[in-house]
């Protein structure tokens, strides 16, 4: 028999009415149940299809029509009908944490809150979608509207206040239009030629410009209240706080810092730097033609920073926006180390003419995309499996359970080591070096303090996967005994 809706004046959502309900500290939302509403908090109970009761704002429940049109428009079936047919399992109910009765009391509402945030900051974002999956479940992500049409606003990982940041994703189209603007400036003969003239400079103001951001950021730190600090950069200690970053997303109005300096001015700086690297080699060497070792090292390079740019929500999830602050460490990391260090290469071909073979050029082209290959592989590999664990075209994958409800990939790349993108990485990096020949170990820096850096940074989330898996990571150790090269490492 069909239930009788019932609302009050000033209520908006009737009770007995099926609704769209958030999950605390995320953006999916869960078809839901209104039980009562509570006139003096405003606030609703709604019931989940697995028996969990919690307490919302009205602001966190949209009527399902809202999200019917995006259904209908995707061709799947509502996430009723879906969840009907499987299991039905809130995030909520996959942590062994959190008490699923129907009478939850308010101690045990805010664990389950708590353990959905902890839970949804380890979820990846997911891009474009509108209906996703969690462990099984379909849930819908709420898509934020963008102001420009070919911008994509997406909400970063839930902080530790539950709140979400919004992102815009543009990195590309900036992209775009550096490139235009480079273009236009080489058609005018605007002399691109001065920044390999004043690359010193221009790397030490770039240092200094760091130092004073640095400074700026560490002052304003001191403004914000706790809960915005990072928990890396709040020692006490001034100079390892400095260095860290105690701030973890500062923002100027809606301008994200941390964000903006990640991507846009070091990787694309970079490429830009390696461009006039191409015409300093033609002009210092006389040449008509760049020489091949500084086309395959600008086109390998080229190939890696779009390929970040084309993939930017990826880093939402990275360490350095999710856990580090933005302090010296990460400025002088993005404005300085990446475009005026990765560029070494082809800083050094300029005055260091390489002949390669065609023959050599051929195996290096062929490691850089055996290296990328790996790198793409695992990366998107893992990002489709978090996003999605049930996606018919992983069906052919194992993994392993672990007691958060996330599992582990056992087989595929993630079956090879337990970090097959570093290795297609390091691969890659020296794919880049190898067409400078073996005079000097100059261009050969990168691959060794890239190798440093991530054997390093390999063994800090291992740490943080045996803290978060306990006994899974150990059984997925023992399945996958080599952390980055195979039957070496
Ligand atoms: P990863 O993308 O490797 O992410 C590590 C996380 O993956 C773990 O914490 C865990 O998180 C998840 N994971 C680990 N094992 C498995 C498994 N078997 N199955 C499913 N999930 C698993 O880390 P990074 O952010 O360090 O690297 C991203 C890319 O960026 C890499 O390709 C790296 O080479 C590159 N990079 C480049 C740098 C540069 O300067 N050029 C610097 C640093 C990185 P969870 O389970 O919570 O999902």
Known sequence: MKEQLLKMPGQKFAINELVMGRWPGSNLYYEVQVVSFDNITDHYTVKYKDGTELELKESDIKHTSSFRSKKRHSGSSSPSRRRSRSRSR????????????????????????????????????????????????????????????FTQVVDGMPLSNGKALKYRINGFYAFVLTATSVGVSLYFKMGLYYVYDHFLQLAVSATVFSVLLSIYLYV????????????????????????????????IGTFDLKYFCELRPGLIGWVVINLVMLLAEMKAQNLDAPSLSMILVNSFQFL???????????????????????????????????????????????????????????????????????????????????????????????????????????????????????????????????????????????????????????ARDERQCKKKYGLAWEKYCQRVQYRIFPYIY
């Open 90 to 149: 809130s995030p909520g109910r996959t942590s062994k944490n959190i008490s699923r009765r129907s009478n939850s009391q308010g101690r045990e509402i805010k664990e389950v809150k708590k353990a959905a945030i902890l839970e949804t900051k380890l979820t990846p974002m997911l891009r474009e979608n509108s209906v996703g999956r969690y462990n099984g479940e379909r849930y819908i992500l709420e898509k934020t509207d963008a102001s420009l049409s």
């Open 220 to 251: 304003r730190s001191y403004k914000v209240p706790h809960e915005e600090l990072s928990l890396a950069g709040n020692s006490g200690n001034l100079v390892y706080d400095f260095f860290m970053g105690r701030e973890l997303n500062p923002c």
């Open 304 to 458: 890696y920073v779009v390929d970040a740019l084309w993939n930017e929500e990826a880093i939402l999830t990275t360490m350095d926006i999710t856990h580090d602050g933005f302090g010296f460490m990460l400025a002088f990391g993005d404005l300085v180390w990446v475009p005026f260090v990765y560029s070494l290469q082809a800083f050094y071909l300029v005055n260091h003419p390489t002949k390669i073979s065609w023959p050599i050029a051929s195996a290096v082209i062929a490691l850089n995309v055996f290296g990328y290959a790996i790198f793409r592989g695992a990366n998107s590999q893992k990002y489709a499996f978090r996003r999605n664990p049930n996606d018919p075209k992983l069906a052919h994958l194992k993994s392993i359970p672990t007691a958060t409800g996330k599992n582990l990939l056992i087989s595929g790349w993630w079956g090879l080591v337990r970090h097959p993108n570093y290795l297609g990485d390091i691969i890659m990096a020296l794919a880049w070096s190898l067409p400078c020949g073996f005079n000097h170990i100059l261009p050969y820096f990168y691959v060794i303090y890239f190798t440093c850096l991530l054997i390093h940074r390999e």
